[in-house]
């Protein structure tokens, strides 16, 4: 390889490292319309997790965000997925209120459309976007999905199998 395919190459190596959006240059993934269908791929069978949808403007997103970490460090194995619902330019204040809050998920996603009723409508074709909203996977991918804070007696009957 030439001097100058060796520096080509060097660059598009650096560039691809580069983070493309806000999103990426704080950790959490862009939300698009098929990342729900790659989450779901990644857990389903691998045991429990839920996935919590939440926003910087919902006061009641902060506690359910609470009650999903203290479940997370009580069962370890069960995975947290957080998607957060605002725009991509608010993906770095997310991060920092997660970090203030002590929340540490398995993955982290925020909305990366336009059409923010694209991407609830890929989620789920009947929620209307009300906040929190948390869906729990059992190992077999059967999923319930509840609007408002989680209740720990529904964190309970989920984890023995069964429906809230």
Request: net charge neutral; charged share 25%.
């Amino acid at each position: 390889m030439s001097g100058g395919n060796r520096i080509a190459a060097a660059f598009l190596a650096l560039a691809s490292a580069l983070p493309l959006a806000p999103a990426a240059a704080v950790g959490a993934r862009e939300f698009d319309a098929a990342s729900m269908a790659s989450i779901t791929a990644r857990h389903c069978g691998k045991g429990p997790f839920a996935l919590a949808l939440w926003s910087l403007e919902c006061p009641h997103c902060k506690d359910g965000l609470k009650t999903l970490e203290a479940l997370r460090r009580q069962r370890p194995d069960v995975r947290l997925v957080l998607v957060q619902t605002d725009a991509a330019e608010q993906a770095e204040a997310g991060e920092d209120l997660l970090k203030r809050l002590g929340i540490n998920a398995s993955e982290r996603w925020t909305f990366a459309d336009e059409a923010p009723e694209r991407l609830r409508y890929a989620v789920d074709r009947n929620w209307a976007g009300e906040l929190p909203r948390t869906y729990l996977y059992h190992d077999d991918c059967r999923r319930i999905g509840i609007s408002g804070v989680l209740k720990t007696d529904q964190i309970r009957v989920w984890l023995r199998g069964e429906q809230p």
